[in-house]
């Protein structure tokens, strides 16, 4: 399993935190410092079933800069949505973690609890 992790915040610690008490073997993946290529977006997305502006930030300042509440969210703008969380990894949700076959925003007990088993 694979975390991507910011250990500024909250939500993100306690996810590895829940990883550690159940003795979960992981990768901690510093997302900020390492930020993830488009094609490992991608492919996160789909083991999320997501699309990239359904784990965007978009309270962040840099997405007001970008302004991201003004770029469409349908087939047409993907690319550009996954460029930008390229660009800019402060704009994806954390923390996400991921396995061989699926992935979750585990922000929530439930989210954990969904991957953890």
Do not use: F
């Not at 990768?27 to 502006?53: C, F, I, M, Q, S």
């Not at 003004?70 to 996400?96: C, G, K, S, T």
């Not at 076959?101 to 929530?108: D, E, F, G, I, N």
């Amino acid at each position: 399993m694979e975390i991507w992790h910011n250990p500024r915040c909250t939500k993100s610690r306690a996810a590895k935190k829940a990883l550690d008490e159940a003795g979960t073997e992981y990768t901690e993946r510093r997302y900020l410092d390492a930020p993830p290529t488009v094609a490992e977006l991608t492919e996160v997305l789909g083991k999320l079933g997501r699309e990239p502006w359904e784990i965007t930030r978009t309270k962040e300042p840099v997405a007001k800069e970008l302004g991201l509440a003004d770029l469409p969210r349908d087939a047409a703008n993907r690319d550009r949505w996954l460029q930008l969380l390229a660009e800019h990894p402060v704009l994806i949700e954390r923390p996400i973690l991921i396995d061989d076959s699926t992935a979750v925003v585990a922000r929530t007990e439930a989210s954990l609890t969904q991957i953890l088993g």
